[in-house]
């Protein structure tokens, strides 16, 4: 390979290390997705079991936004809760129980009966789909070298783009058999984890820091407690601030787009399956623009520095929301946003398995980065929630996730506070 080549120097281990973190993420996009796909046809089945009526969108919408909250205080739990885990026992024995975790209970989701069942599998799922952040971001950004970290983390990223596309082809693929059968498909990261003890082995970096993390006494309280110290606090709520805005924004108004997509016009009326497949089509499109932002973030905050690619991502995310809920009255029009809404509302994560390891040593790194990415989620469970009541308030989903947006002016009144990354090395 030519010297002038990033991957030159990149070693087939460290590809291996960089494919089963970004394979353990288009499983964990994967569970993630599948809810929002079957999120109206589950509720409306459930529900309409208990009360013996079909519910109304605002029922839907209520009752969604509730399930989706508490899916996102899971995913809050799990990711500090396991990044703890990976800091004391090892990033990859924490990667193969996170991974468990979400595929056992996602498959579990197919015995729901109401929708509070649908809720608590949900929860639990969302436990191991933020562990699985935590460890996986850690151990990347530890194995890799230090000049190639961006490019390695924009490709992990993308694997939520990935994890998307097989959610909604899965989805196209099953649209006859009801929206259980998604749920089981979701067991089948579990084969995953027990293959990756085989392939990867615990950081250096992180083996010499735990031997003498072994010789300190420390304890994860006291990794916790660190990250509010003096000389960590500014990272730590500038990082844990610019994931509460992007995953407020996601959970609150894009991951909205299938049910969006069922109440336009010109699809009132479609069968089921047909009006299944329209919604994964749009799924797809919003992920081509994903995919292109995930890519995009480490090339931009490499040139023009953490900071500025975070704000262009909040700028662009501000626009597209409203312009993207709002403005279409057609499927087609949809199709034709939904890629740039992508390109800035999803592509904004791959900052964070960027910037995040950079801002903690090594001893605290999976715990820093799995707070910050994650404490805000118990803020931002509030997002689906709000919007849940905003489309009874407003009567739209379309205003609802629109009004969602003004959460992106709060991400650029944090990005001066933030520290920069770039150019420096990982703390040790």
Not at 49 to 53: D, F, I, L
């Given at each position: ?8 120097g990149?070693?087939r ?6 494919f ?6 288009v499983f964990?996009?994967?569970?993630a997705?599948i ?9 409306h089945?459930?529900?309409r ?5 079909d ?21 809050a739990?799990?990711g ?5 885990l990976?800091d004391?026992f090892?990033?990859?024995?924490t990667?193969?129980l ?15 009966a ?19 952040w ?8 530890e ?12 490709i ?16 196209l693929?099953?649209?006859g058999?009801g929206w ?15 293959l ?28 916790l ?8 606090l500014?990272?730590?709520l ?8 992007a995953v407020?924004g996601?959970w ?6 299938p049910?969006?997509?069922r ?37 931009l905050?490499?040139?023009f520095?953490r ?28 199709l034709?946003?939904?890629?740039l809404?992508g390109?800035?509302?999803n ?10 390891p ?16 994650n ?12 919007t ?6 407003l ?13 992106y002016l709060?991400g650029?009144?944090i990005?001066?506070f933030a520290?920069?990354t ?7």
């Open positions: 390979m030519r010297e002038s080549s990033w991957r030159y990149v070693t281990y460290q590809w291996v290390v960089l089963v973190a970004w394979l353990g993420w964990d996009s994967m569970d997705t809810y929002t796909l079957v999120l109206h046809p589950a509720l089945d459930l529900l079991a208990q009360t013996g009526r519910p109304s969108q605002e029922a839907v919408g209520w009752y969604g936004g509730l399930v989706l909250s508490i899916f996102l205080v899971g995913w739990i799990g500090v809760a396991f990044g703890v990976a004391r090892g990033r990859t024995k990667l193969v996170a991974i468990l975790v979400y595929a056992v209970f996602t498959g579990l989701a197919a015995l729901s109401t929708w509070w069942q649908l809720a608590l599998y949900r929860f639990l799922t969302a436990l191991g789909i933020g562990g699985e935590a460890a996986g971001a850690a151990l990347v950004a194995v890799w070298p230090e000049a190639k970290r961006t490019k390695a983390a924009g992990l990223q993308s694997a939520w783009a990935a994890g998307f596309f097989v959610a909604a082809l899965t989805n693929l099953m649209r058999y259980r059968s998604l749920f089981l498909v979701g067991i089948a990261p579990a084969v995953l984890a027990l990756v003890p085989l392939w990867v082995k615990e950081p250096e970096r992180w083996v010499k820091t735990r031997e003498r993390g072994r010789q300190l006494g420390g304890t994860g309280a006291q990794n407690l660190e990250l509010f110290e003096p000389r960590l500014r990272s730590t500038a990082g844990s601030g610019l994931a509460f805005v407020f996601l609150g108004a894009t991951n909205w787009t049910t969006l997509v109440s336009l016009p010109d699809l009132r009326g479609l069968a089921a399956g047909m009006l299944t497949s329209k919604v994964s089509y749009a799924t797809m499109m919003l992920n081509v623009g994903s995919l292109a932002g995930y890519l995009s973030f480490g090339p905050a490499e040139r520095g900071r500025s690619a975070f704000g262009l991502m909040c700028t662009g995310s501000l626009v597209m929301l409203p312009v993207t809920f709002l403005t279409p009255r057609s499927y087609g029009q949809v034709c946003l939904l890629p809404l390109f800035f509302n592509g904004i994560f791959s900052g964070f398995p960027i910037y995040l950079e801002l903690y040593p090594t001893r605290i790194r999976a715990t820093g980065a799995g707070f910050c990415f404490v805000g989620r118990v803020l931002a469970s509030t997002g689906p929630f709000l849940g009541y905003l489309v009874a308030a009567g739209s989903f379309g205003r609802a996730a629109s009004a969602i947006a003004v959460i709060g650029l009144l990005l001066p520290p920069e770039r150019g420096k090395p990982l703390p040790e």
